[in-house]
C-alpha cells in the first residue's frame, strides 16, 4: 500500500508559478513510476508527466500542452514527486493528482494509487 498526499496547489496569476509536492509512504518508493494528471470541471482526468527511476536512469514524460512549461522531478530520499509549473495559464486551473504505481505511463488506468488532489486555480 501506498499513500500519496498533495500539496502547494492555490491560487496564482496567469504567467505565475507553482510547486506541488506530492509526499508518499512506505519504504520502496523509489520503485514506483510516480505521475501527475489533472481534471478541470466538466472534463475527463488528463495526463500531465510521469517520472520512473532506476540506478542506470531516471525517466520523465510531459504532455505536450505543457512542455516547456512544467517539470516533474523527484527525490527519492524524501519520498516525493514535484511538479514545478512555470508560465501558468488559466486553462492549467484543475484539481491535480498525484499517482503511484510500478508500471506507471500515460494513462490513469496504468496508476494504483491516487492522492486526494490539490487545487490549482490560475486567475486571467
Known amino acids: 500500500q501506498v499513500q500519496l498526499v498533495e500539496t502547494g496547489g492555490g491560487l496564482v496569476q496567469a504567467g505565475g508559478s507553482l510547486r506541488l509536492s506530492c509526499a508518499a509512504s512506505?519504504?520502496?518508493?523509489?520503485?514506483?513510476?510516480m505521475g501527475w494528471f489533472r481534471q478541470a470541471p466538466g472534463k475527463e482526468r488528463e495526463f500531465v508527466a510521469t517520472?520512473?527511476?532506476?540506478?542506470?536512469?531516471?525517466?520523465?514524460y510531459v504532455a505536450d500542452s505543457v512542455k516547456g512549461r512544467f517539470t516533474i522531478s523527484r527525490d527519492n530520499a524524501k519520498n516525493t514527486v514535484y511538479l514545478q509549473m512555470n508560465s501558468l495559464k488559466p486553462e492549467d486551473t484543475a484539481v491535480y493528482y498525484c499517482?503511484?504505481?510500478?508500471?506507471?505511463?500515460?494513462?490513469?488506468?496504468?496508476?494504483?494509487?491516487w492522492g486526494q488532489g490539490t487545487q490549482v486555480t490560475v486567475s486571467s
Open positions: 512506505g519504504r520502496t518508493f523509489s520503485s514506483y513510476a
Open positions: 517520472i520512473s527511476w532506476s540506478w542506470s536512469a531516471t525517466n520523465t
Open positions: 499517482a503511484a504505481d510500478h508500471l506507471g505511463g500515460r494513462y490513469a488506468s496504468g496508476y494504483d494509487y
